[in-house]
C-alpha cells in the first residue's frame, strides 16, 4: 500500500481562509475539470491511484481514522498535495451541506480510454446504453472491478462516469477501471471486429436465460449490455446482440440495473474457464 508522506498538514480554524477556496461551495462547482473524492474508503482509493491529488480536506475525526488505517504516514500530504484539516463545522460551512464522512480530495480527472485500445486487450467488458443515474453508475463500476470486468464503454448518453456520486458509489473503484465513451454502433462494430460475443440483458421472457448459456461454456471474450432502469435496451441493441435474461421470479419486473450487472458478471465469473 503507498503511504501518503510529506509535511504535516495545515489547520484551517476559519472558513473563510483562501487555502480552502478550492473546495468552497462545492455543488455549484462539479465540473470536468475536477475530480472529487468523498469519504476516507474513496479517499485511499484515488491515493492508491495513478490520478494526481492536489488537496484534501478532512476533520479530526476522519485524519485519526486514515491514520490508524495507514493511508497518511501522520504527517501530511506529498508532492503538491495540500492536506488541510478543519473541524467538521468549518468543513461544512467550505463545502456548502454536512461532509458526514469527514474527508474529500480534489483530483485531476482521468481521461477516457481509446474504445480500440480498450477492446483489444480485454476479455470482458461491460457495455452501457443510456444509463442516466450516477449511482447505478457506480455501482455497476464497483461491481465490474471485483468480478472481472477489464473496463466499462459509456454511450454518449450515459452519465458522467467522474461525478462525485458515482466515484463515491463505486467506492473508488472507477479510478482503477478503464471507461470508454463511443456511439453504441461503433462500440458494437468494434466489439465484433476484436471477436467478441455480446450478450445484451433483458428481463424479457423470450430471451435466453444466462446461466444456460452460461453452462454451456462462456466465450473467451465477452461484452454484457445493460439498458437504463425503466427503458431497458433499444430494440437497436436488440436486434443486433444475442438477448440473455436472468432467471428470476415470473411476479418480478426486473432486477435493477446496477444488481442485474453484479448477477450477470458472477454467473459468468462462476462458469468461466
Keep these: 500500500m503507498q503511504v501518503v508522506s510529506g509535511p504535516p498538514p495545515q489547520r484551517i480554524d476559519d472558513p473563510d481562509d483562501e487555502r480552502v477556496d478550492g473546495f468552497r461551495a462545492l455543488r455549484a462547482r462539479e465540473s470536468t475539470e475536477v475530480l472529487w473524492a468523498e469519504g476516507p474508503t474513496v ?137 470508454a465513451r463511443a456511439a453504441m454502433s461503433a462500440t458494437l462494430a468494434e466489439l465484433d471486429a476484436a471477436g467478441f460475443e455480446v450478450w445484451a440483458l433483458t428481463p424479457r421472457r423470450d430471451a435466453t436465460p444466462l446461466d444456460e448459456l452460461a453452462r454451456a461454456g462462456v466465450p473467451g471474450r465477452l461484452a454484457l449490455v445493460m439498458g437504463a432502469e425503466g427503458p431497458g435496451l433499444s430494440d437497436a441493441v436488440l436486434g443486433s446482440c444475442r438477448a440473455v435474461r436472468i432467471g428470476q421470479r415470473d411476479d418480478v419486473d426486473s432486477l435493477n440495473v446496477g444488481h442485474a450487472t453484479a448477477a450477470a458478471l458472477a454467473v459468468v465469473a462462476a462458469f468461466a474457464t
Design 43 to 179: 479517499v485511499d482509493r484515488l491515493l492508491r491511484s495513478t490520478l494526481r491529488t492536489r488537496a484534501v480536506l478532512v476533520t479530526p475525526v476522519a485524519w485519526r481514522r486514515m491514520l490508524d488505517r495507514g493511508v497518511f504516514d501522520g504527517r501530511g500530504g506529498r508532492d503538491g498535495v495540500d492536506v488541510l484539516l478543519a473541524e467538521q463545522q468549518v468543513v461544512n460551512t467550505v463545502v456548502g451541506f454536512d461532509l458526514h464522512r469527514g474527508v474529500i480530495a480534489m483530483a485531476d480527472r482521468p481521461l477516457l480510454a481509446p474504445l480500440p485500445a480498450m477492446v483489444g486487450s480485454a476479455r470482458r467488458l461491460v457495455v452501457l446504453e443510456g444509463l442516466n443515474d450516477p449511482e447505478n453508475l457506480g455501482a455497476i463500476a464497483r461491481s465490474a472491478r471485483a468480478l472481472g470486468a477489464d473496463g466499462l464503454v459509456l454511450d454518449p448518453t450515459c452519465a458522467d462516469p467522474y461525478y462525485r456520486r458515482s466515484v463515491r458509489v463505486s467506492m473508488g473503484e472507477i479510478l482503477h477501471l478503464p471507461v
